[in-house]
Structures are given as C-alpha cells and as structure tokens.
C-alpha cells in the first residue's frame, strides 16, 4: 500500500498524514472544515484534497477515519470500498458493529495524543514509542498484517486484541482519568482562594482536563457501560478512602498510598532525578543543554515546575540510575543550583 485517503484533518488525522507522507505515501485529505484541509495541505500533511470523501474512498489502497467517534459511527454506513478502511477512535465496539458490511476494515486506536486540537498541532512524530491498537475482531491475517506493516511506518508498536477488551482496558487508563481531571478541576475551582494555590501536583494530575471537550464528549458516551461502571467502583473505594481518613485510620492509609505507589513504579523503568533550581532570565534552557551535552547521559524524562507568579522555576531531569552524579557535576560546573 502507498496511496492513503485521510477523512478528518485534524490533529490526529494530520499526524497520520505527515507521518506516511514522510514516509513516501501519497496522501490525499477530506475535511468537513475547509480550514482545517488547507491548514494540513500546507504543512505537507495531505497533497490532494478530494471535494467527495466517498467516491475518493474507491481509489485509494486505505482509508483512514479520523474524526470524531460520532461521526465515524455515522460515515461507515455510507462507505463503500474495496480499499482497506481503519480509524483512530479511542472507542472501538460500536465502530466495528458500524463496519461489519465492508469488506476489509481493522479498527484502530493510537494510544498519543495532545490537549491542543486541530492539525497546527499535528506532528510526523506523535506515534513514536506510543501503542497502537489494531482490532482483530472478523478481520482478515492479510489486513492486520498490512495494518501492523503501516503502524510501524508511523513509529508505533501495534497492539492486538478486540474491540471489547480495548473499550474496557481505555475505560480505566484513558477514560476515568479524563473524567476525574475534570471533576477534580470543577470541584477546586469553585473555590479561588483553593485554585489561586494550586502548584505543580495539582496541573500534573488535571493536565489532560485541557482536551478539547467535543471530542471527549462523543468517546465517553459512546463507551459508557464500561466506563459508567468503573465511574461507580471508584466512586465507591472514594467513599472508603474518606471513611478511613475521617476515622484517622493511619495504618490503612498508609498501606493503600504504598501499595499505589509500588503500582505506580512499576509503569516505568527505574531513573534517578535530578532537580535543578531555573531562575527567570534568557538562555538558562541552553545552559542545561550545554550540561546535558557535557555529562553524555541518557534522559529519560523532564518536567518544568513554573513558579505560579514568574520567578524560574524547578526543572526536573530523570536519567538512567548511576548517571545523576556526573549531570549534577555538569550542572553545577554551569552555575546552577540543584534542589535536594
């Protein structure tokens, strides 16, 4: 396959486009907003923009969705092609249901993603490293192989499993986070005395409250029984958590934070941090690249904590454990200050 038909040019679907672009395909684009199309024509995401996505969708040798989950539920009964269909919804059941009458179709999901919407935001790069699920559910060898080969393409790891388990694992990890964010948001800012102290931990666990509503929107109702049904055994184990804190029940606290906390390290490989005190001023980015080239380590992550009220701020580096001695040599060496 070579020749793709992108419908939806928005962030992920533009991503998609300058991702197989960049890798030789011949990309052409459809969009309900005119916009949109010509803003990802003139990043080099499509080459072609078609006026009629379903009489397109038969010249092509795959088609990918990318719009929202509603509108992708609505456009399959429409589409009819011999070209291999796919789609990027972060809910997969009721899509597979809507695609059962084409002839090859692998529903997908890339596990990347950004707040920001629109193709301004779209990037070559946004599937690298990241998961991409490919739904197995009565689709052909021939057709996953093929769909794993442009996964690859794109710089993911393709993941295979069926649109029911998908609908549930997103449920927990995507989704309930989603909606936790939100609420957490709504509960603080009600009070701006509370919002007004909000620091670094507070926008680390509501950062993805950011996204764009419309989108998340269709993806949670559309998910809704398993989600509905995670929604209520958190909101139960919520209640316990304030039944054990209001009956200043010390040892049980302690247990379930430790066991998160074990849980929680067990999704990353192990980094040493090193914390280095920015002061507000031109060229103090550079200066710790300048380190970071210096020292030869291996970075596996990095967060800015901004001071609320300008100031600098901490800038965090995790590094592969026994490299954090020589970076804070580095460092050092270029006047900064580091933060224990």
């Not at 684009?29 to 996505?53: H, K, N, R, T, Y």
């Not at 809507?98 to 950004?114: C, N, Q, S």
């Not at 109702?221 to 029940?249: C, F, I, K, Y």
């Not at 100031?311 to 580095?330: I, N, Y």
């Amino acid at each position: 396959m070579n020749r793709a038909l992108i419908l939806g040019t928005g962030l992920i679907g533009a991503s998609v486009g300058a991702g197989l672009s960049s890798r030789g395909w011949h990309v052409a684009g459809w969009d309900p907003d005119p916009g949109a199309l010509a803003q990802a024509e003139e990043m080099g995401a499509v080459s072609e923009a078609v006026s009629d996505p379903h009489a397109a969708a038969r010249e092509f040798d795959l088609v990918v969705l990318c719009g929202p989950a509603a509108a992708i539920i609505e456009t399959l009964p429409h589409l009819d092609t011999d070209a291999l269909v796919t789609d990027v919804a972060g809910v997969k059941s009721p899509i597979v249901r809507a695609a059962r009458h084409l002839p090859r179709f692998v529903g997908g999901h890339p596990m990347a993603g950004r707040e920001t919407s629109g193709p301004g935001a779209a990037s070559a790069a946004m599937f690298r490293g990241a998961a991409w699920i490919l739904t197995e559910d009565g689709a052909a060898e021939a057709d996953l192989k093929a769909m794993e080969e442009t996964v690859q393409e794109l710089g993911a790891y393709p993941v295979r499993m069926s649109a029911e388990a998908h609908d549930a694992a997103v449920a927990a990890v995507s989704h309930v986070p989603q909606v936790v964010a939100s609420a957490l948001v709504n509960l603080v800012a009600s009070d701006p005395t509370a919002l007004s102290l909000a620091a670094g931990g507070f926008r680390d666990v509501t950062r993805i409250a950011l996204s764009e509503p419309g989108w998340w929107t269709d993806i949670l109702t559309e998910n809704r029984r398993p989600l509905s049904e995670l929604l209520r055994r958190l909101g139960a184990d919520l209640q316990e958590w304030a039944a054990r804190v209001e009956a200043a029940d010390r040892r049980t606290v302690a247990e379930w934070l430790e066991s998160a906390r074990q849980a929680r390290k067990a999704l990353a490989p192990p980094v040493a941090a090193v914390r280095v005190l920015l002061e507000d001023r031109p060229g103090e980015i550079a200066r710790v690249g300048h380190a970071l080239a210096e020292a030869e380590v291996d970075v596996r992550d990095l967060q800015l904590r901004h001071a609320t009220r300008g100031g600098g701020g901490v800038l965090t580096l995790s590094v592969k454990p026994g490299q954090e001695g020589p970076l804070a040599e580095a460092l050092r060496a270029e006047g900064f200050r580091l933060v224990d």
